[in-house]
């Protein structure tokens, strides 16, 4: 029994992280219509610049006061987004699909030398972060109250994401110019203002991912390229341009890898790729996604 | 009990020959002959030596690949500084990054050779990668000394008569072996395992030969759990929960790179190391800082290619000293098995090419350098290597030992008392025991020997 | 086709011709690469050039020619390379029909998704079925073990190597030519012409009575057939297979081809195979940085030429043309 209870847990915090990435993921793709390859690589960006400055503040902070370094990472990860959507990604608005997903994955390569060059190959770690919050005890087993705590900032951010879209003057632009930008524009929206400002969100919540992950896990070079495929199975399972499609397809995609490993082991990848096919064949839009 | 243990401890090392306890080497402290300079006979060209080294740069795999490099530089840097082989040849390496994918390397490895001229080649790490790329060194006639990419496949099926292509490190099959010895002698009690493999080539091997060894050492044990995560996954939990929930008393864990520093995190996190003993193939592969303070003790650390820095002891084996201070120095930090291995390599061409010199004169050509590398012998900083000349790999003896912080390292180290050093005759198939067939499901050669020829140790 | 192009394709093809003479062995293999590759970018542009559909997924159908390859050698025995051909085709062929009925019901991003997703799970089963597939470790081809032309040459003994590719790039450039004259055929015909009609203008295609779900299923087949042989000619030269052919970044490389040299030109993507395996090698031998030094190249060439190198060169040609009717 405590080990079903482990196992939801594990597959709830998981489905945080998948759910903070496919979420960014899919905002960017509902309001500027790019499909984002270089993804992963702001979540990998967001876990090692939270390790490397969880290290660097260490002797200067408390252990839990460190904290703080957690947003603070994604939004070390939301500014640079902010910086490069002008630069790299706006000229691309009117181009092609193709055009975008291969700038974007020229950024993709790019970023992940980036990390290497600046941290180099030995992986970050954060742990104490983990440590300074104990552990409780599930049924006998051990539990770091960390993993609780961002299940609930999983959770938080959820419920942030959804009351700033649909509860906010700026969620209601950001709506209506997903729905149609010439539009939105001819309102008199500043459609420019707009798209940078949903990039940096979706990196935010990419770095926020990696900034969740990195303490209880290590910051290791590849880890972009790694989530980047898991995140495009959970959006095309939920819908691409979808939030709740995003929170469906990490929850599905969480607990069908949990249940995977615990009793098919040899299936985890094919299940997920099975899935997702299957989903695309039923609806090629996802199961919230909406028609193109 | 305790005393009933220690016999049986004693009973397993005597059947290998195997040593506990840094008193490993028994021929210690030989002197060493590479300053023994002997004057080069005939006439050496200056034209430089090239070298080519395809190693991980990028990528979770630069953990071991990083150190080889570094390894390859430095005793690129030594030779160079002493005038070059043969008092001449100064060495020139280019690298290239081996996580550009196997096609990719044997593309560059062709440009090595056709384009570049090289005259030998070194490095590989990918156990996926020597099989590819030993064809391509034979039918390039290049010489090449992969100093990693230890799969036994290399030999047994790949390259099964090697000319031009040489392996310096152990095979494969060694590391579940020695893990199963090291895990059979400290918890003898064990029956119940779980395993934790990267799902590819390495992981099943090691899974294989630490069942099949463990079950001929401690009969009556049992697989409870298999754990198969792909390289590169970084969230454990649910495969640590589900180890937990089988009960073993002991996890195989081949898991390696980020992918360990990742593991180990989070299991210590859940309880894992408190409920189970834990043996690792490659704890204790990757550079030594990047497993941190918090790493449990009594884990037993294994590193792959049988060299930790610590071991041959300073007192006992001086050529490992010196190398370590000398890797520091340049480095900044300690060497891995792959700077051993790398460093390795390039003597070992270095004392071949001085052996050629002395019997034909001048600059040796391939065959006779060849000649020399077959059944060679070098002392190395993880102790003697010899080469042996039926199937060119690279034997040393086989060593693993149990996780303990000391004091004066930022990083867990091995515990002395607990380190196990097997002669690796004793674990690994004879020459000419008869190569698997060429079918991937064919096991190794050293499993059949094992499955044949290793007695059954008495039921408990 | 014009007198000028016709011209320019036959010079073209008389310097192929004489390249291993003046070129040495390694050169040669390279461009042997080079060729094969052209051979996928052929096959890939009909769809994106010519349908108006991005497939992020023509990995499946290179690794399917070349695992047909490797499967037929391992276990019949097999060592023709028309042998291989033949079968690699029929495989190829199979699997494009199979996955073209799910994938050509849709268009854009999720046409794109779609055929990802599919060659996706063909990566896992390589990866996984490791007792018929080996795994990782993939299956050797070796090319001393090939015969060609019905089995009057093969590849024995030393030197193999040198022999082999001298013989293997001509074979290979016949069979180039033999799919550049098909592909340009089927582009031409009424076929390809409706094609880009569906590309153009679906709804106006669709008023005029085409089946566009028939017509698209049918340039997938075809996309997949050309971009199969590609990979059941690319095997003897990389002397194995393994999953990493059939791996998404695999796909990204072939977007790369047709991108590169151009998707809206006949001849773009054949160019821009060629280079950028020239592009490839080169970044990887000279630095160990060679990812961030692609995707730069990617970046600037995306941004400043969307053309493709052989669209942007047309373009210039034409404005020069124009200038020199002006001053004339």
Redesign the interface.
Known sequence: MEIVALQVLNSLFYAAVLFLIAAGLSLIFGVMGIVNMAHGSFYALGAYITAWSVAAAAGAFAPAALFIFLPLGAIAVALIGLAIEPTLIRPFYRRPEEYQLLVTFGLLLVLDDVIRLVWGGTPLTASRLVDSFGLVQVGGLPYPVYNLLMIGVGIAAAAALWAFVYRTKFGVLLRATAQDRRMAAALGIDVGRIYVLAFGLGCFMAGLAGAIVVPSQAAVLGMGVEVLVIAFVVVVIGGLGSLEGALVGALIVSALRTITIQFWEEFELAALYLIAAIVLLIRPTGLFGRKA | MDKERGQERRSFLKQFGATLGAAGLGAAGLPHSANAAVKPKGNIPDKALKVGHITF????A??L??PGQRGHVLAQEEINAQGGLLGKRKIET????EA?????N???L??MK??EGINLFTGVISS?NT??LG??AE??KVLTLFNDGC?D?LFDK?VPNPKYTFRVTNIQSADGVTAAIGAATHWPKARRIASLQP???YG?NVFEHFVLAMGKLLPGTEVVS???P?L????????I??I??AKPDVLVAGVW???Y??FY??A????LFDKMKVATTLAFG??P??I?K?HPEGVLAGVHANYHFLYPSAERWPINKSFVERYYKRWKEYPSFESDGAYTALYLYKQAVEKANQLVGGWPDDDAIIAMLEGAGIDAPAGYLYVRADNHQGYKDAVTGLSKNLPGYDFPVWDAASIISIPIRSITAPPNWPKPGQG??ESTAAADWIKKTWPTAKAA | MNRRRAALAAFVLIVLALVPAFAGTYQTQLLTYGLTLAIAALGFNLLLGYTGLLSFGHSAYFGAGAYAVALMMRYWGIASMELFILGGIVFSAALAALFGVVCVRHTRIFFAILTLALSQVLWTLAYKFFWITGGTDGLRVPFSKLTLLGGLVDFPGADAFARFISFYYYYVLVVFCVCVALMWLIVHSPFGKTLQAIRDNETRARFLGVRIWRYRWLAFLVSGIFTGLAGILWVPLNGLTTPDILYWPQSGKIVFFAVLGGFRNFSGPIVGAVIFNYLEVYAIAATEYWQLMLGAILIILVTFLPAGIVGSAARLGERFKRKERASA
């Open positions: 740069l990028t990528g979770p630069e953990l690949g990083g280019i690298f290239a990054d550009a994918g196997t096609d990719a044997v593309k560059e062709r440009r056709l384009s996926g099989p590819a064809p391509v039918e390039l799969t496949f790949a799902d590819y080539s099943r298999e754990s198969w792909k590169g996954t970084t969230d454990f939990t649910s495969h929960t589900k937990l929930s790179g980020g992918d520093v990742a995190k989070q210590l996190r859940y309880g990757g550079t800082h990047a941190g918090d991937h499901n």
